[in-house]
């Protein structure tokens, strides 16, 4: 019997046995921990441990909310709902494809977006940024106008557009893929003060001023890129990888962006475990690191003021 045929024999086994022995969505929930915990998958799409990993897979794939009360998590599950909660969790072990892939949900700023492998999975720190609606580096009360860069599943732009509800938001990203995903979001959420547009960075937008342009840009570079885990090669190279030193489009919004925000406004950029080479990059600038109760580095704060100086200082 050859390895995959093999395999194959195996997972039946297992699923077929989890189905005649297991009863409740609690069931599920312990046996898909023990799953996670006796193998080799990484976390860091929205969970960091097997326990959190598992509530969500089960939950979402029979439609219930994270929340969900005890009693209910002790309610029966039909024979079809255990088959497909059971193949879902040795997908996740076997073939190591992000949990939100699987259930294509994801929460970001406890809204729930559509997710596929078209796009990345939401997990950005700049979510805890959004709720406090960029205080205190701005006035809230007069936003009237924000760009999402690199926009992707459309996450980081519809929130904006929850928190700020008289502003008018603009998402865009290079790839069509992922603004046919940002409109099933949009629909989904029924947010009309957001608007999509497919662009390369700047290039193909209005001439517009925004009070604040926030980006979550790829920013892997080509080292890091061989060395990550499985579940990260599972989503679009695209999102993730941006010349060797993972900063090629940092650079370009660096050097454009100023022309694009209105006097006082504010860029903030994702470079996560790049931020030290953009710093070796711009020894004159005083990039501001901005810190997270939650979790999460590598975001950078500059003003106008500041940006029009690199584009300034790169024309010499």
């Known amino acids: 019997m050859n390895h995959s045929i093999y395999a194959s024999f195996i997972e039946e086994k297992t699923i077929k046995e989890a189905i005649d022995e297991l009863v409740s969505v609690q069931d599920f929930i312990r046996w898909a921990c023990s799953q996670f915990e006796s193998s080799d998958i990484y976390y860091g799409h929205g969970t960091d441990n097997a326990w959190d990993e598992s509530v969500t897979l089960v939950l979402q794939t029979v439609n219930l909310p994270l929340d969900t009360p005890d009693i209910v998590l002790q309610s029966r599950l039909t024979t079809t709902e255990k088959e497909f909660i059971a193949s879902r969790i040795l997908k996740r072990v076997n073939q190591k494809i992000p949990v939100a892939y699987l259930t294509n949900k994801a929460i970001f700023c406890d809204s729930q977006y559509y997710v596929d492998s078209r796009v ?96 979550n840009p790829p920013y892997v570079d080509a080292e890091d890129y061989l060395e990550i885990p499985a579940e990260f090669l599972a989503e679009p190279k695209l999102g993730l990888t941006s010349g060797d030193d993972g900063l090629d489009l940092t650079y370009k919004i660096l050097a454009e962006a100023h022309q694009y925000l209105n006097d006082g406004g504010i860029l903030i950029v994702e470079v996560g475990n790049s931020a030290q080479a953009l710093e070796l990059a711009y020894p004159k600038v005083e990039f501001l690191w901005l810190d997270f109760e939650r979790g999460g580095h590598g975001v950078f704060l500059l003003d106008k003021k500041q940006l029009k100086a690199i584009s300034l200082e790169n024309k010499h």
């Open 120 to 215: 990345l999975v939401p997990r950005s720190p700049i979510a805890e940024l959004i709720e406090n609606r960029f205080e205190p580096w701005v006035n809230s009360n007069h936003v009237e106008n924000i760009l999402d860069l690199c926009t992707g599943s459309g996450c980081i732009a519809i929130a904006c557009s929850q928190y700020f509800p008289e502003a008018i938001v603009d998402g865009s990203d290079i790839s069509s893929d992922c603004i046919e995903v940002a409109e099933i979001n949009r629909e989904n959420l029924q947010q009309d003060n957001v608007a999509f547009y497919q662009s390369d960075l700047f290039s193909q937008l209005d001439e517009k001023k925004y009070d604040i342009i926030v980006s």
